[in-house]
């Protein structure tokens, strides 16, 4: 069982960037497929990013196709999420995801475990 912790979030300006880490313990962090949710107050938790085991696979939603970017260092057990050009809409919680296919998928249900989340703030 991997648990994971999200950190990097903050309060940014329209235009910015942040990067977020998720740092993962207690299992074999090059089995699991790593997802980047958000959630913002009201709506549903929506995929962001994910990458596969090896890290040579990513996927995003048209909607963040080329401002944001997820990697991850396995000899580090730890995902990144480098988000660019930053807009008020992205804002949210944004959580870490990992599931043991290795599969990416957009749904929430197709992840075992959770992290607690990290607040992004995007200021007009």
């Known amino acids: 069982q991997v648990q994971l912790v999200e950190s990097g979030g903050g309060l940014v300006q329209a235009g910015g960037s942040l990067r977020l880490s998720c740092a993962a313990s207690?299992?074999?962090?090059?089995?699991?497929?790593v997802g980047w949710f958000r959630q913002a107050p009201g709506k549903e938790r929506e995929f962001v990013a994910g990458?596969?085991?090896?890290?040579?696979?990513?996927d995003y939603p048209d909607s963040i196709k080329g401002r944001f970017t997820i990697s991850r260092d396995n000899a580090k057990n730890a995902v990144y999420l480098q988000m660019t050009v930053l807009k008020p809409e992205d804002t949210a919680v944004y959580y870490c995801?990992?599931?043991?296919?290795?599969?990416?998928?957009?749904?929430?249900?197709?992840?075992?475990?959770w992290g607690m989340g990290t607040q992004v703030t995007v200021s007009s």
């Open positions: 995801a990992a599931r043991s296919g290795s599969a990416i998928y957009y749904r929430n249900s197709a992840y075992d475990y």
């Open positions: 207690g299992g074999t962090f090059s089995t699991y497929t």
């Open positions: 990458v596969r085991r090896s890290g040579g696979s990513t």
